[in-house]
């Protein structure tokens, strides 16, 4: 598995990056993971999703919608986002079961940095006494990933407040430096994540 730190990237960018990725992967080039940020930007999954546009326009932030599973998500500096382009047939592991990895993944990193979070899988991503701090999304293509996971380190949450976080009224999203009651390094949990992918595609 090839990890590659790319800083910040626009999310039309990152997308063709991803798509390059996953061409070189079905063609049978090693499996990668891109570790980035993204400047502001609302996405939506395939089902849609309920946003304010008025208000994301006060934000500067545009909405883009995706192939990805999921509703509406907010991205931005300060939040870790990662890509990973695998082939699971490649790597023996299931649709569930991965996105259940990513999770577990996310959980450890937040340990790593002294927050305790709960993965779940019926609202897959990771939380804190009802708080989301991490969501997952992924596209399967002739059972290749593309998109993945995002966990909140230390972000503006407004953008968060101008939509449905994944289709859930009510939920209150939050990051591991509101958690913590103190400053997250960014480059402290995305060397945490960075140590931890490897293992993402250990057999069980």
Not at 117 to 131: C, F, L, Q, S, T
Request: net charge neutral; with cysteine; hydrophobic share 45%.
């Amino acid at each position: 598995m090839i990890v590659e730190r790319l800083g910040r990237v626009g999310y039309d960018a990152a997308r063709e990056l991803q798509r390059r990725a996953r061409a070189e992967v079905l063609d049978g080039g090693p499996d990668r993971v891109l570790l980035l940020e993204h400047d502001p930007v609302v996405t939506l999954g395939r089902r849609g999703g309920v946003v304010d546009r008025a208000a994301l326009l006060a934000l500067d932030t545009p909405v883009v919608e995706t192939e990805r599973g999921g509703l509406a998500t907010w991205h931005g500096p300060g939040q870790l986002v990662g890509y990973p382009i695998v082939d699971l047939g490649r790597a023996k592991v299931s649709v569930p079961t991965f996105v259940a990895r990513l999770g577990e993944l996310m959980r450890a990193v937040a340990a790593d940095v002294g927050v305790e979070v709960a993965y779940d899988d019926a609202r897959p991503g990771v939380y804190r006494d009802g708080r989301k701090l991490g969501s997952i999304g992924l596209h399967v293509h002739r059972g290749v990933t593309m998109h993945g996971f995002a966990l909140n380190v230390d972000i503006d949450l407004r953008g968060f407040q101008a939509i449905v976080p994944c289709g859930i009224a009510g939920l209150f999203v939050s990051s591991l430096a509101r958690e913590r009651g103190a400053p997250v390094a960014f480059d402290a949990v995305l060397a945490a994540c960075e140590a931890r992918l490897p293992s993402l595609l250990d057999p069980a």
